[in-house]
């Protein structure tokens, strides 16, 4: 925080370069220093997410590890109702992708400093936020709503990590029903889709290695080379070692060019170390 | 603080020394890199001349590569002596001999009359007893000459010693001088003649006495050059006889010349023949008259042998690093270029071999030959001088000189030589070894004492060795000895300790294997004899009955202190030395570890261990599993005897916690101190591989989860173990002990590789996820069986281990050695302990672990650490090789393993560059520190001074509730209150009751809190055992303001200035912040730097 800054900023909102609106936010009203927020409409050209729409969402940069998202909603709500609050370890669009996790399988969020992406329900909050003046901080720990930090959330954090092992087994096997069925369901496209394909072509039958019915093993990186090294292999057998005699005198230059060779890399490998003064026994 | 004093000094001193060194050859020190030789296809095919392919063949055959030649003829350059310096030499050597040569003649005086000289110059000689016969009087040196080293060509840096010989007027003395010591007394009178002459001089630099070679009737005048560079070179005065003056057969080892009625003062009935003969006195007058003798025959020798002064060169230096060539009766470099004179007459050794090969030859003659028992003799003609047997009567080790009257090795000790040749054949040994580096084994690394051997008892308080020459009835020896009592009474001694010690094996093993030598009735009256009163008769488990001696010990660190009880027990008994006088260095470690004296806590690990073996065995019984388990591995430095504070059993005291109702645990409770930290001992159990897993990461990770309940279910039902599943592992509450079962399967590192890319080819990508999976359930698994083994050989691996990782801690590098890599680094000292022998305590393993973090080149080699001997010589090679040719991308403290010899995986992440640069910094201080104290036997022992680090380098210091420390009483320093932590005294409970509160560390959770919140920022620094701060240090680099970025704003604030806006860390909000994130824990948060405030 600059202390400059302070001293003329009377109730005026701080808008910096770069469009972004500055808040400060203090844990709680004891806290000599403060944090800033950088805060600005969600402005993407390229997203169609449906969870950020763009006339209603505010982009915060630099909210505090002890805010969780349940804390930035509260804090937030003092500018109009807020629908959702998505707290994300660095800004980017979002990419959901597999099978939804259960919590105790998800992995554990970063506990850094964040970016925000609030969604409030009107737009007009957004103009309210940018507004608000730069001096009057947000308070993050009040008596009405206490946060929790150090001791005792670790104490929480411990406790609630406890798991009923019914409860995981529960959820183990409910994963486990849909990988199964989306298994099945793959297997069953797969077979459908070569059966469509032999209809297809018209009568012509596509004759694979395999024994039918199986599926065509999946071409792998790994498979290729090995075909490669295969046919390496075959070609050196065919060579003869040392047969003529310019082979054998072709081994014999090889050899002393490999001494040469040796004796050149010894020889700067020592004027490297000399260099370093590496020779001085004491 | 003594340790943080010393670092400011040292990073000060650095940059002069740097630049002084850099001077002379700045042109070729610019960056000198490391390229791959690229030579043109013309250069490597061109037809060979024959001296090339000669050269090339002999590097071939001789060498291992014609690397070690070259490294060879490096240090024979570093230490050869330059032109300029010989002139310097040679310079003030005429100075010396012009002034010398006009030394006044002063009027005759009895001996005994030293009022000739003036008060300030003393004569260098012990004049006891007082009243000796002769006239003296000062005349101008007969000749003076150089001798010794210099002009042989043999003479070496660092300590050039450049020796003149004056030769004392023959006026001076007279024949029968010999006699009571009145020709070394006129020879300390002539000498302190010269230095009061040279007084005056101004082209003299400081003058001091000395005496050659620790021999008090052999003074010698050392001076120095006046101007800056006098430390560069001393010149040595000795003062002689004319040559030929006295008759050499007076001095007969077996002859007498010193008078016992002179000596003691009281009449006694020998006659002359009867007197003790005076051996030592003999040679060292002796000595006296041949220096020009020696310098010519070696001159000859030399002469014919071109190699000859650099293979003396190398020898001297191999001695010097063993600090053979150093204190009285040593092996010094005159006789070094007397052994080869003697290998090349004997034609042991060609004169056509290179330096190489003098050094190889003399070491494997060195290591073959006992000079103690058969001596060996450069004479030539044996008629009219005494035979071998005659000095072997006399001297304990035999090496005649070419004369053949005098023995040069009359000062050794038996066991200094016995030191020599055990030192030549481990040289010999590692020599053939292709996977030792062995110029640096051989001729780089030096070997003091204190870092050689296991157990160094020093002996204070000489005065007391003189009442053991009393009880030891040494008086004839004291007189040969001219009334130094302390050489007098060293060999008796040593000769004592060695009978003593050499039965401790036996007698440690008493219970178990009684030796048959032990039984043997013949030797029982000596055994009495030898032992005293602490000997008594038992019967073994055998049925044997003999004479034995019980040493009491009861956990390891006692038995480590037998040696000294066998010690302190014989000079007491024998040599009158009391006890308060024998100093022990080796145990001084161990306050380190003591959280209950006098155990160091191995016998915990071992507990551990044998409660480890149960529930392997348990898992193993299990039945009703889907799947059978293939494997259980240990993954935790518990199971392998390195942790720092092994756990122990616990008995917890519920009433102390909340409890958690579903699971059935206990839970620490707001407002109490921290509960004892309970360690999670990891365990790996693989299951076995089939059709039944999925190929898929997530649903791999849920089947694991469902075993991790399984597992649980049926411990609990079979053997009433508190289990407690989670998705990652399975925890269970066993014996007090706390073990953290995690399932692996085989292919799911190889899962978490394939990904199938956008054109549908299956591709293989390695990933931070599976290496993470690989290292915790294949590699450190791996490692901890491994290093368990090398536990069973080597008893004390465990114990420089934790010794090892204290310090470390305490040092705050915890975070970037890490543990495995510290075991790494103490196991190379024990799989490869070239020069030395693998560590036999605690102590010297320490010590020398500090040695090699702070001496190992990494920027230029690779530390192999041959597990179970996997690697070959070509293995090496090739590590060797890879590293060289990827240097730049690998990690700066690169190690390799059999398993891992390309990537160095356990130092990947850490240390940086900058973190071993002070690493090293910090042991190499460490260790000056600790051999200083260990060695003095004036200062205090307080060896917990190295691990009291400095705290003035960092920026900002974060002081912890020690109340909320669990691991408090593990401090260095702990503190005199104590918590209650929920702990009961008493045996833990055999199984079953609520799960306690299990790896919950409020320090480290806070810690990985601030290293996630601000880790780009600051580092932050803690010991993990028992510290009560955090030591906080600003990257400089995120200081300096850069402009708003998105990506770029975590705890800065803004400072606009026209159309920039740029940031700068928010400090006091950090500040602020630390002490919310750690509320409850933090007491205080010290700024100390204003670094920031630009």
């Known amino acids: 925080m600059a202390p400059s800054k302070k001293k003329h900023a009377s109730s005026q909102p701080c808008i910096i370069p770069g469009g972004f609106a500055v808040l400060s936010l203090q844990f709680n009203s004891d806290s000599a220093a403060r944090h800033s927020l950088y805060v600005k409409e969600h402005k993407v050209r390229a997203e169609k997410s449906s969870h950020r729409p763009l006339d209603r969402t505010l982009f915060v940069l630099n909210i505090p590890p002890y805010c969780s998202e349940e804390v930035v909603k509260e804090l937030f709500s003092q500018f109009g109702n807020v629908e959702s609050v998505e707290l994300r370890d660095h800004p980017g669009s979002t990419q959901e992708s597999g099978p939804k996790l259960s919590k105790f399988f998800r992995p554990s969020g970063k506990q850094g400093f964040n970016v925000g992406y609030v969604v409030f329900k009107k737009s007009s909050s957004l103009t309210a936020v940018k507004s608000h003046p730069h001096d009057v901080p947000l308070v993050v720990c009040t008596e009405q709503r206490p946060v929790r930090t150090g001791v005792q959330k670790w104490i929480q954090q411990y406790t609630e990590s406890f798991i009923h092992p019914d409860k995981l087994q529960q959820t183990v096997d409910?994963?486990?029903?849909?990988?199964?069925?989306?298994?099945?369901?793959?297997?069953?496209?797969?077979?459908?889709?070569?059966?469509?394909?032999?209809?297809?072509?018209?009568?012509?039958?596509?004759?694979?290695?395999?024994?039918?019915?199986?599926?065509?093993?999946?071409?792998?990186?790994?498979?290729?080379?090995?075909?490669?090294?295969?046919?390496?292999?075959?070609?050196?057998?065919?060579?003869?070692?040392?047969?003529?005699?310019?082979?054998?005198?072709?081994?014999?230059?090889?050899?002393?060019?490999?001494?040469?060779?040796?004796?050149?890399?010894?020889?700067?490998?020592?004027?490297?170390?000399?260099?370093?003064?590496?020779?001085?026994?004491? | 603080m003594i340790l943080s004093d010393s670092f400011h000094e040292e990073e000060e001193n650095e940059a002069p020394v740097k630049a002084k060194r850099t001077k002379p050859d700045a042109g070729e020190e610019e960056e000198v890199v490391y390229h791959p030789v690229k030579l043109s296809r013309n250069d490597l095919y061109r037809p060979p001349t024959a001296e090339e392919l000669n050269q090339l063949k002999e590097a071939e055959s001789l060498f291992h590569c014609s690397l070690l030649k070259m490294q060879m003829g490096e240090l024979l350059k570093e230490v050869a002596l330059s032109?300029?310096?010989?002139?310097?030499?040679?310079?003030?050597?005429?100075?010396?001999?012009?002034?010398?040569?006009?030394?006044?003649?002063?009027?005759?005086?009895?001996?005994?009359?030293?009022?000739?000289?003036?008060?300030?110059?003393?004569?260098?000689?012990?004049?006891?007893?007082?009243?000796?016969?002769?006239?003296?009087?000062?005349?101008?040196?007969?000749?003076?000459?150089?001798?010794?080293?210099?002009?042989?060509?043999?003479?070496?840096?660092?300590?050039?010693?450049?020796?003149?010989?004056?030769?004392?007027?023959?006026?001076?003395?007279?024949?029968?001088?010999?006699?009571?010591?009145?020709?070394?007394?006129?020879?300390?009178?002539?000498?302190?003649?010269?230095?009061?002459?040279?007084?005056?001089?101004?082209?003299?630099?400081?003058?001091?006495?000395?005496?050659?070679?620790?021999?008090?009737?052999?003074?010698?005048?050392?001076?120095?050059?006046?101007?800056?560079?006098?430390?560069?070179?001393?010149?040595?005065?000795?003062?002689?006889?004319?040559?030929?003056?006295?008759?050499?057969?007076?001095?007969?080892?077996?002859?007498?010349?010193?008078?016992?009625?002179?000596?003691t003062g009281l009449q006694t009935s020998y006659s002359e023949s009867s007197e003790p003969p005076t051996p030592h006195y003999n040679s060292s007058v002796l000595g006296d008259l041949l220096p020009r003798t020696h310098l010519q025959f070696l001159s000859a020798i030399s002469s014919q042998c071109s190699a000859f002064a650099d293979g003396v060169a190398l020898l001297k230096v191999w001695l010097r690093q063993r600090e053979l060539n150093q204190g009285t009766g040593c092996f010094n470099g005159f006789l070094a270029s007397m052994l080869m004179a003697y290998l090349l007459t004997t034609h042991r050794i060609s004169n056509t071999m290179t330096a190489y090969q003098l050094l190889r030859n003399s070491l494997n003659f060195l290591a073959s030959t006992d000079l103690t028992v058969n001596g060996i003799s450069l004479a030539r003609d044996a008629d009219s001088t005494p035979t071998l047997a005659e000095f072997h009567s006399a001297f304990q080790v035999v090496f005649v000189d070419p004369s053949g009257h005098l023995n040069m090795c009359a000062d050794m000790t038996a066991c200094t030589y016995m030191q020599l040749q055990h030192e030549a054949s481990v040289s010999m040994q590692f020599w053939d070894n292709p996977t030792v580096d062995g110029f640096h084994s051989l001729l780089m690394t030096p070997k003091p004492m204190i870092r050689t051997s296991d157990h160094v008892f020093q002996l204070c308080e000489l005065v007391k060795l003189q009442s053991s020459c009393k009880k030891l009835n040494l008086l004839s020896e004291l007189m040969d000895h001219s009334g130094n009592y302390v050489h007098t009474a060293l060999p008796f001694i040593l000769s004592l300790l060695q009978r003593g010690l050499d039965q401790r094996i036996q007698l440690l093993t008493h219970s178990l294997s009684p030796d048959p030598e032990v039984r043997k009735i013949d030797k029982q009256t000596e055994f009495r004899q030898l032992w005293g009163l602490r000997s008594e008769l038992r019967r073994f488990q055998d049925g044997a009955i003999t004479e034995a001696v019980l040493w009491d010990g009861e956990s390891m660190c006692q038995k480590r202190l037998v040696p000294k009880q066998i010690i302190t027990h014989l000079l007491q008994l024998h040599a009158d030395i009391p006890e308060s006088c024998v100093r022990y260095v080796g145990h001084s470690f161990n306050p380190c570890f003591a959280l209950q004296v006098p155990s160091t806590g191995e016998e915990k690990s071992l507990a551990v261990v044998q409660s480890y073996d149960d529930l392997s065995r348990k898992l193993w019984r299990l039945e009703g599993l889907p799947l059978s388990i293939t494997a259980v591995q240990g993954a935790h430095p518990a199971l392998r005897y390195t942790q720092v504070f092994p756990p122990k059993p616990l008995k917890m005291d519920y009433s102390f916690f909340d409890k958690e109702k579903t699971c059935r645990s206990l839970v620490p409770k707001e407002g109490k101190p921290c509960p004892a930290y309970i360690t999670p001992i990891t365990v790996i159990c693989h299951m076995e591989g089939s059709g039944k897993w999925p190929h898929d990461r997530l649903a791999i990770r849920h089947i694991r989860a469902a075993f991790h309940i399984q597992l649980g279910e049926l411990l609990r039902k079979h053997h009433k173990y508190t289990c407690r599943p989670c998705p990652t592992h399975l925890d269970v509450w066993k014996d007090g002990l706390a073990f953290r079962i995690q399932v692996a399967y085989h292919r799911e590192p190889q899962v978490l590789r394939e990904s199938v890319n956008p054109e549908g080819l299956l591709v293989v990508r390695d990933n931070e996820e599976a290496q993470a999976l690989e290292m915790a359930t294949i590699h450190k698994p791996l490692l901890t069986s491994t290093l368990h083994g090398l536990q069973q050989q080597h008893p004390c691996f465990g114990a420089v281990c934790r010794l090892a990782k204290r310090w470390l801690g305490a040092q705050l590098f915890s975070d970037d050695i890490t543990e495995d890599s510290a075991d790494l680094l103490v196991a190379s000292l024990f799989l490869q302990p070239a020069p030395f022998t693998p560590p036999g305590s605690p102590q010297v393993g320490f010590l020398r672990f500090l040695h090699l973090l702070s001496s190992f080149d990494w920027k230029n080699n690779p530390l192999v650490v041959n597990l179970n001997n996997q690697l070959t010589a070509a293995d090496y090679t090739e590590i060797k090789n890879g590293f060289m040719a990827s240097r730049e991308s690998l990690p700066v403290m690169f190690i390799a393993t059999p398993k891992d010899k390309k990537l160095s995986m356990w130092t990947r992440r850490a240390p940086n560059v900058q973190m071993l640069q002070r690493v090293m910094m910090v042991a190499a201080e460490s260790l000056k520190v600790l051999e200083q104290q260990l060695m003095d036997?004036?200062?205090?022992?307080?060896?917990?001074?190295?691990?009291?680090?400095?705290?003035?380098?960092?920026?900002?210091?974060?002081?912890?509730?020690?109340?909320?420390?669990?691991?408090?009483?593990?401090?260095?320093?702990?503190?005199?209150?104590?918590?209650?932590?929920?702990?009961?005294?008493?045996?833990?409970?055999?199984?079953?009751?609520?799960?306690?509160?299990?790896?919950?560390?409020?320090?480290?959770?806070?810690?990985?809190?601030?290293?996630?919140?601000?880790?780009?920022?600051?580092?932050?620094f803690c010991d993990p055992y028992g510290g009560t701060v955090i030591a906080v240090l600003w990257k400089p680099k995120a200081f300096s303001p850069v402009p708003f970025k998105t990506s770029q704003v975590s705890a800065r604030s803004v400072k606009v200035t026209g159309d920039e806006a740029n940031t700068v860390p928010n400090v006091e909000a950090i500040l602020e912040d630390f002490q919310i994130m750690g509320k409850g824990l933090v007491k205080s948060v010290e700024a100390r730097t204003e670094k920031w405030s630009f």
């Open chain 1, 174 to 282: 409910s994963f486990m029903e849909n990988y199964d069925k989306h298994k099945e369901e793959e297997a069953e496209r797969q077979k459908k889709e070569a059966e469509q394909q032999k209809e297809e072509e018209e009568g012509w039958v596509k004759v694979t290695r395999g024994n039918k019915g199986t599926k065509a093993r999946p071409h792998s990186e790994a498979a290729n080379q090995r075909t490669l090294r295969k046919e390496m292999r075959k070609k050196k057998r065919k060579e003869l070692m040392n047969f003529y005699t310019w082979q054998h005198r072709n081994t014999q230059k090889e050899h002393i060019a490999e001494l040469r060779k040796k004796f050149e890399e010894d020889k700067q490998r020592i004027a490297l170390l000399r260099a370093q003064r590496k020779f001085r026994p004491y």
């Open chain 2, 83 to 263: 032109e300029r310096r010989k002139q310097q030499i040679d310079s003030f050597i005429q100075t010396v001999t012009k002034l010398l040569q006009t030394v006044p003649d002063s009027p005759e005086v009895e001996v005994s009359d030293l009022s000739w000289l003036s008060g300030t110059v003393k004569v260098p000689f012990l004049l006891l007893p007082k009243i000796t016969k002769g006239k003296f009087h000062m005349a101008p040196p007969a000749s003076i000459d150089l001798i010794g080293s210099y002009p042989l060509g043999t003479c070496t840096k660092p300590h050039v010693m450049v020796d003149l010989a004056v030769t004392i007027p023959a006026d001076v003395l007279h024949p029968k001088d010999v006699v009571n010591q009145r020709y070394p007394r006129k020879r300390a009178l002539y000498l302190a003649g010269l230095a009061q002459y040279l007084t005056s001089s101004s082209d003299i630099g400081t003058m001091r006495y000395s005496c050659l070679h620790g021999n008090r009737l052999r003074p010698v005048l050392l001076l120095t050059p006046p101007d800056k560079n006098s430390s560069s070179f001393t010149v040595r005065v000795h003062a002689c006889p004319p040559p030929g003056f006295f008759k050499p057969s007076r001095f007969h080892p077996q002859r007498n010349n010193i008078r016992t009625e002179w000596y």
């Open chain 2, 937 to 1020: 036997g004036n200062q205090i022992q307080d060896v917990k001074v190295v691990m009291r680090p400095p705290l003035e380098v960092y920026d900002a210091v974060i002081h912890l509730n020690p109340k909320q420390v669990p691991l408090l009483s593990q401090a260095v320093d702990p503190p005199s209150v104590t918590f209650s932590r929920g702990v009961m005294t008493g045996s833990a409970a055999q199984s079953g009751g609520s799960l306690p509160v299990i790896d919950y560390n409020p320090v480290s959770l806070y810690l990985a809190e601030l290293r996630e919140a601000f880790g780009d920022l600051a580092l932050f």
